[in-house]
């Protein structure tokens, strides 16, 4: 690991793991317990917390992840696909959890007998569940899906009544259990855009409707991140972080204390000065414009750096930022580090928490043109995850925290 052994190596020589991304699980407790607080304090009744751990927990590792969310003050847990739900249950992790995207012959039956909730986005999910229910042996505890205006998944609104009223039916039989009725926000981190009303009037009037047929679920629930830092009328019974989680402000500009909890780096693996006047990299797009030091990261748009960012993204080495000089390739790129006396070996930090000097994942974001989730989201499955443990003092605030309700 690059921090433990640095200060241990022979100068100009590099050895061990070249590139690793470090996620702080004590960034990641600090985040979970600031929005289990917003979720339990804010709106007009408590909300418990989801942690939404799909993509492998926006590239974050799905078990450590949820572990140390569940140890944090998030009850629930976020998925998209049965699968990503039975990796969970795998590693023996029981807590509630939803997963929530899927085509009709997914293996429900695996998800009812795992003791996983399966959200119901039209009457032919229902129907597929039903049956996976029926040969189950067991009720499918689900959350029907209404579309309230993202136009995404879950049902159109002409569709919610027939849904409501089947799964009414199915729960009277008892084959499933109507858990919660759900949605999804479009714009909530543009803060005064009109959808958010439409949409939480949308949801109130499913609810409604919902009512009127005899369903009484527990969970209503609709909020994100956004949502939940800053439109307290979404949280309802259940509020789902993805982004915040990580550490991320889901609107620009705001800060609530999230602490970014992935840093990307990796060591100089070839140093040398070049003359002015030099071409760096495929099809020379940099011309170096003295004698300077440039130096070779090896990670590349197959670990998730963006060829986007070619001579535009930024690194730091030895406390100085430094630019990317020509064409990131598949495994590497090259800085142009000017005069600095960089070594082989030296630690390149890609981002991180951004307390240091180094670039955030929302700088990198910004240039390449895309946003924080598709960044983290790409890191390859190639870069080894180290992690920080959640720190002892930590815990034991949020134990004290917990018992004082
Ligand atoms: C990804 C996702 C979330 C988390 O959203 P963030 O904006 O990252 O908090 C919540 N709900 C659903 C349905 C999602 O797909």
Redesign the pocket.
Known sequence: MIGATRGEREEGSVEGIVAEAVIDLDAIAHNVALLAERALVDGDHPSSLMA?V?ADAFGHGIIPVSQAALKSGASWL?V?SVEEALAVRGAGIDAPMLA?LYGTDDDFIAAIDAGVDLSVSSISHLESIVDAAEQAGRPALIHLKIDTGLTRNGVRFDDWPDLVRQARVREMDGTVRVHGIWS?LASADDPGNPSVPAQLAAFDRALEIARDSGLDPDLRHLA???GILDVPQSHFDLV?????LYGVE?IDGHDNGLRRAMTLRGRAVNVKRVGEGTGVSYMHEYITPGETTVVLVPLGYADGVPRRVSNRGEVLIRGHRCRIAGRVAMDQFVVDAGDLPVELGDPVVLFGPGDSGEPTVQDWATWAETNP?EILTGIGARVPRHYLPIKPETLKNLEQEFADG
Do not use: C, E, L, Q
Request: hydrophobic share 40%; proline share 6%; aromatic share 6%.
């Open positions: 939404v799909k976020g998209t929530w999804h994100n991140s956004a789902r972080a993805g982004i915040a889901p989730h």
